[in-house]
């Protein structure tokens, strides 16, 4: 059912990045596979989006958006945010409407972030039940670094750990939800969540960044091993404690800050 946390960073002057994180596992009955994509970076404009629930229609219909966003014909990167949500929803609700719903075994939620200017970002939820109606929200953060969204089946056990982590010394810090993620995700009792973290995010400039992720001393992306690739350096890497590492080597960056988790002795 997975596991999706959305959250905002901030610094001294603001709102300055915003982030979506999932697991990977896909489950039916009690087969699952570890390499579902659950959360997308637009390539060329400010937008990221991620779903949980029902996987089928979501993963295909956000495939869909994303890939007519990215060649400009659903929207123009300069447009108000609210703008790009309604053709978003618009999209999705047009391509629902033929779908056959008795293969629909679940709701679902789709999450949408955009980044508004230098300093807002907007944030969106979107979701079908099974009583077959929709409904829709715009989703508000906080003035200091915290969660925006946590939802899926694993939400429960993240929201525990997370309350452990904002007592600490490092509450209120965009690593303090990153880290929970990591150790919540390795730690996980829920059966349907598992395989490696998956991040995508926006800063106050660029487009949507899709990250590299180092797991358990693996490169993944998009919650598929990489290590038999080249060219890593040109993603962005993080290890579990969220700090910027060298795709290659592994190792911190040269400068990069490093980021103690206080409950990792």
């Given at each position: 059912?997975?596991?999706i946390?959305?959250?905002?960073?901030?610094?001294?002057?603001?709102?300055?990045?915003?982030?979506?994180?999932?697991?990977?596992?896909?489950?039916?009955?009690?087969?699952?596979?570890?390499?579902?994509?659950?959360?997308f970076a637009?390539k060329?404009?400010?937008?990221?989006?991620?779903?949980c629930?029902d996987?089928?229609?979501p993963?295909?219909?956000?495939?869909?958006?994303?890939?007519?966003?990215d060649?400009?014909?659903?929207?123009?990167?300069?447009?108000?945010?609210?703008?790009k949500?309604?053709r978003?929803?618009?999209?999705?609700?047009e391509?629902?409407?033929?779908y056959?719903?008795k293969?629909m075994?679940?709701?679902?939620?789709?999450?949408?972030?955009?980044?508004v200017?230098?300093k807002?970002f907007?944030?969106?939820?979107?979701?079908?039940?099974?009583?077959?109606?929709w409904?829709?929200?715009?989703?508000?953060?906080?003035?200091y670094?915290?969660?925006?969204?946590?939802l899926?089946?694993?939400?429960?056990?993240?929201?525990?750990k997370?309350?452990?982590?904002?007592?600490?010394?490092?509450?209120?810090?965009?690593?303090?939800?990153?880290q929970?993620?990591?150790?919540?995700?390795?730690?996980?009792?829920?059966?349907?969540?598992?395989g490696?973290?998956q991040?995508?995010?926006?800063?106050?400039?660029?487009?949507?960044?899709?990250?590299?992720?180092?797991?358990?001393?693996?490169r993944?992306l998009?919650?598929v091993?990489?290590d038999?690739?080249?060219?890593?350096?040109?993603?962005?890497?993080?290890?579990?404690?969220?700090?910027?590492?060298?795709?290659?080597?592994?190792?911190?960056?040269?400068?990069?800050q490093?980021q103690?988790?206080?409950?990792?002795?």
């Open positions: 059912m997975t596991l946390v959305s959250w905002i960073g901030v610094d001294s002057r603001g709102p300055a990045s915003l982030y979506m994180m999932s697991d990977s596992r896909i489950s039916w009955d009690k087969d699952s596979w570890d390499f579902g994509k659950k959360v637009f060329n404009s400010s937008d990221i989006i991620g779903y629930g996987v089928h229609f993963l295909q219909v956000i495939s869909h958006v994303v890939n007519l966003a060649n400009g014909v659903i929207f123009n990167d300069t447009d108000a945010s609210n703008k949500f309604e978003i929803k618009y999209k999705i609700q391509l629902l409407e033929p056959p719903k293969y075994k679940e709701s679902f939620s789709i999450l949408y972030g955009t980044r200017s230098k807002e907007a944030c969106y939820e979107l979701s079908w039940g099974k009583s077959k109606r409904s829709d929200s715009k989703v508000s953060y906080s003035e670094s915290d969660k925006v969204y946590v899926g089946s694993g939400a429960k056990e993240f929201n525990s997370y309350e452990l982590y904002q007592q600490s010394e490092i509450q209120r810090t965009s690593r303090a939800i990153y929970c993620f990591c150790d919540t995700l390795e730690n996980i009792e829920d059966p349907l969540c598992g490696a973290p991040l995508v995010g926006l800063y106050r400039i660029r487009n949507g960044i899709d990250y590299g992720i180092m797991y358990q001393n693996e993944y998009s919650g091993k990489v038999n690739l080249g060219n890593f350096d040109r993603l962005e890497w993080r290890n579990k404690l969220f700090e910027r590492i060298d795709g290659k080597t592994k190792k911190i960056i040269d400068g990069a490093k103690p988790n206080p409950f990792m002795k």
